[in-house]
């Protein structure tokens, strides 16, 4: 590769060198003609001018007139006198000598030669022997083209010879007008000759033209170029890009982190000195030893002109923007008015990302048909048409955070499966959002809307696709049945789908699983609503009077995994502990008879009651909320709780983890500190939220934190650095472009390979999808005014 390089480059510097020589060539040809020509002309004027003075001596000398006679004389003589002279020069000028010497080696030779002194000397016989020499126009390759025609008069070039050496021809006009004629030529054509090779040594060919030729003459002594990857630093190449893959097998990520660190670490310091090119003192900065290894390889793959422009798996043909405001559509799985976190938090975020007006919103949630709604929808709460369920949304939003939220809201037809307890996607849900909006994809849940996509990949329609994990499924699936099983399998799965269709993965604790390209982020906000009543009830605290008049409560969806088991197992343990304590249960859910008939078995102090809105006037009064739950990501109801200026007491789990800043935030480990911590919440009055911790807690604060932990920033501002770059003495080098990624390549596979599995009815049935949900049935087409499936995608298989 690098020798056919090095012999077209060789191929190209001579070949413009043979053009360069023929163009000079050609040039000096043309001037020479053009002297040619005029010496020719000067060669007639000169014969024109004898004749035409002796026919005007040969007049003069036969006719007389009187008064002439005697007053001529003088000038009579002078002319006598000239005679001679102009003669000689016509006569050695028309000899054949002459244009003989003139066109002697006339052809493309490597030095021309033209002997003029017999013109000096036939014109001006004066001139000093000192400074004779032979006027030459010559032509060397390589060289510039010099030509001293002022040496024809004995001139020299400080002008200080002018006049001298002219005798009686010092006034003739033809002498003076063929030396001006000669010196403007000169300059002339020292001017065209400097603009033709200037512009040639300005220009960026030349300067490649100089490099390639120095790359192949030059002494391996004097060599700058990069050296080659040796076999470590591409065995720690291969092991990061094969991450995974290395994650599907079983490998965490931090073993192959320190695999790579270990192959590196050798030669680090190598690495660093044989990056920079030699003489050059900056010195390479990165963040960690893969950002070394990323520069060290992009700087190879620049060294050889290699530029990775896409593989078999990628899709670079993204949505170019019309206008100058950015699209951001919002995917997410539930909608309200059922309460769950995936229905609200979105919502939420839609509402304050509209409001910075840097870019357009579109929130796009799942459309039930009625028969699902009856069993999703609480209070038998139904919708006729998406408007009516639209007009919903806004109002419920609306009341709760006090401005007008202008953002888009459009439906996608889902199915809700009773036995994942959850609403699926039916057919391709990114077909929902149009072309020339899909510019940011935001999904909720990235696991669960992809776990049965059988459609575009998110990643080739948008230009940046983030996912926000809300829910830890493998904490659910694990109190099933065959539950480790699942979990193992639904682990790869989610991994797989996650790669495949995002580009950036946050997970709102370190609760949920890792996943490939995730951080940790708390990027959801309390409503508006339950920070007033925090404000309020700090005020009435301020005036002296009683804000909390009732105990502890405990608030969630009547299911085992919302920690109802943990919360029963806890106060059946300490019954005795916690004598004279009551709690009370507000719920509603799948699992509400069982939880209620173990509590009255177990004779705890509980008091059930049906579920409500969390900012329900009825739970203001309480003081403290309990929270045994282990199975959630982020408790909503926990924030909640805080915002409101209540005691909390949660388990010392990372789901809790962003809360523990709080005063008011009391956490167990063991059971024992469980009764400790309610004894404690029982006796003493909560802390009033500062205002920092109040912003905190706010869907402002949560939405700067989502923009820059999601590198919104960049892509909101268009910024085209979002590679690392490292940047040395007036050279840049893009790690994400100038290499190719193997990444990338093994996330183009794992989609196809999803979009084949899903594509066949039999397997998604195999793994739990339900029955007929690749695409959208007749009535999903009725209510959202929709193309039957035939017309929409009249080509089917895998």
Known sequence: MGSETQASTSSNAFSFISKSWRDVRNSADADFQLMKNRANSFKNLANSFDRELENFLNSASTFSVPAIKSSTPTEIDFVKKLQPKISEFSRVYSAPEISKRVLERWGPRARIKIDLSAIRNAIVSEVDEGREGNGVIEFNRGKRVKVRFTELWGEREDGQGQGQGQGQFGEWEPIRALKTRLREFERRRDSSVDDIFGGFKSSDFVDKLKSSLKAICKEPQESKEVPPLDVPELLAYLVRQSGPILDQLGVKRDICDKIVESLCSKRKDQLLLRSLSAGETSVVESDNINDELDLRIASVLQSTGHHYEGGFWTDFAKNDLSDNKRHVAIVTTASLPWMTGTAVNPLFRAAYLARTAQQNVTLLVPWLCKSDQELVYPSNVTFSSPEEQENYIRNWLEERIGFKADFKISFYPGKFSKERR?????????????????????????????????????????????????????????????????????????????????????????????????????????????????????????????????????????????????????????????????????????????????????????????????????????????????????????????????????????????????????????????????????????????????????????????????????????????????????????????????????????????????????????????????????????????????????????
């Open 422 to 798: 959850s609403i699926i996607p039916t057919g391709d849900t990114s077909q929902f959002i149009p072309s020339k909006d899909a510019d940011i994809a935001i999904l909720e849940e990235p696991e669960h809307l992809n776990w049965y996509h059988h459609g575009r990949r998110w990643t080739d329609k948008f230009n940046h696709v983030v996912g926000i994990v809300h829910t830890n499924y493998l904490e659910y699936i694990k109190r099933e049945k065959n539950g480790a099983l699942q979990a193992f399998l639904v682990k790869h799965i989610n991994n797989w789908v996650t790669r495949a269709y995002c580009h950036k993965v946050l997970r709102l604790s370190a609760a949920t699983q890792d996943l490939p390209k995730s951080v940790i982020c708390n990027v959801h906000g309390v409503n508006p609503k339950f920070l007033k009543i925090g404000d309020k009830v700090a005020a009435e605290r301020e005036q002296g009077q009683q804000a909390f008049s009732k105990g502890a409560y405990f608030l969630g969806k009547m299911v085992w995994a919302k920690g109802y088991s943990e919360l029963i197992d806890l106060l059946a343990k300490h019954k005795n502990d916690l004598g004279g304590f009551n709690l009370d249960v507000f719920g509603n859910g799948e699992d509400a008879h069982e939880v209620q008939s173990t509590a009255r078995k177990l004779d705890l102090n509980l008091n059930f009651q049906k579920g409500r809105d969390h900012a329900d006037d009825s739970l203001h009064g309480y003081k403290v909320f309990i929270n045994p739950s282990i199975s959630d990501v982020l408790c909503t109801a926990t924030a909640e709780a805080l915002a409101m200026g209540k005691f909390v007491i949660c388990a010392d789990h990372p789901s809790n983890q962003f809360f523990r800043s709080f005063p008011n935030c009391l956490t167990y480990k063991t059971s024992e500190d469980f009764v400790a911590r309610v004894k404690e919440a029982l006796a003493t009055e909560p802390r009033p939220l500062t205002p920092e911790q109040r912003y905190n807690l706010s869907w402002e604060a949560a939405t700067q934190r989502f923009i820059e932990y999601s590198e919104l920033e960049k892509i909101l501002n268009d910024d085209k650095d979002d590679e690392k770059l490292s940047r040395s003495k007036g050279k840049v080098i893009k790690k994400s472009v100038s290499m190719p990624s193997l990444s990338n390549m093994v996330d183009g596979g794992l989609a196809f390979a999803h979009y084949c599995l899903t594509g066949n009815e039999f397997l998604r049935i195999c793994t739990g999808a339900i029955p007929g949900t690749r695409d959208y049935d007749k009535q999903h087409c009725k209510d959202l005014h929709l193309l039957p499936p035939q017309v929409e995608n009249p080509i089917y298989g895998w």
